[in-house]
């Protein structure tokens, strides 16, 4: 058994353990328009783009970014969260084969950390939606853990609250270059990006990932494999 073998493993849920399904451009359109950007045009363009960029990143800052007003900010992100939490009510689905995955790095004495972009609100609404209310040994919102991705502070937070010894038995998992930005400011050992969400290939290895994975079930594999 390798000194260095991976005893945690942070997860992304929206594109890389839960199917996003476009949900969060379709709610950032409503706050968007909530927030006064014209519904056509190049300011709502960029600002599309922007939150394409910035996929993974805490809400409320992508909005402060945007807008450069703390009530208008504050006003599209709750409007996003609601709509957010109206599409997440019509059916929310697991990235096939995430439930299993994360049961088999469990199993295999791997704790498990999901870690969000959205509020706790938004988040505790995912995992109703889908039962996993206990799948992982922790979950976590940026508000928990004091900035949100591509910042380290929720990766370094379930390291401290789940007792792991050293950074480099971390691995993180994400479908964005934020998600990859996160796990190497961390010091994670492997900072591995999915193909099931927001960015690609290029993208995610041009952040710095070590590995680049189909989806959840290989990341697991990769985990499960080190552990012989």
Known sequence: MSDKQIDLAVLDMAGTTVADDGLVIRAFEQAATVA???????????ARQYVIDTMGQSKIVVFRALLGDEDKAQQANAAFEAAYSEFA?????????????????RKAGIKVALTTGF??????????ALGWNEIA???????EAGRGRPYPDMVLTALLRLGIDAVDRVAVLGDTSS??????????RIVAGTLTGAHNEEQLRAAGATHVVPSVVDFAALLLAERG
């Open 36 to 46: 006064g950007i014209p519904a056509e045009g190049p300011e709502r363009e960029a």
């Open 89 to 105: 009510d019509a059916g929310v689905t697991p990235i096939p084969g995430a439930e299993e995955a994360i049961s088999a790095l």
């Open 119 to 128: 509020s706790r609100r938004t988040q505790d609404k995912l995992l109703d």
């Open 137 to 143: 040994d922790l979950t976590l919102a940026p508000s």
């Open 179 to 188: 998600d990859i930005g996160t796990g190497l400011a961390a010091g994670a």
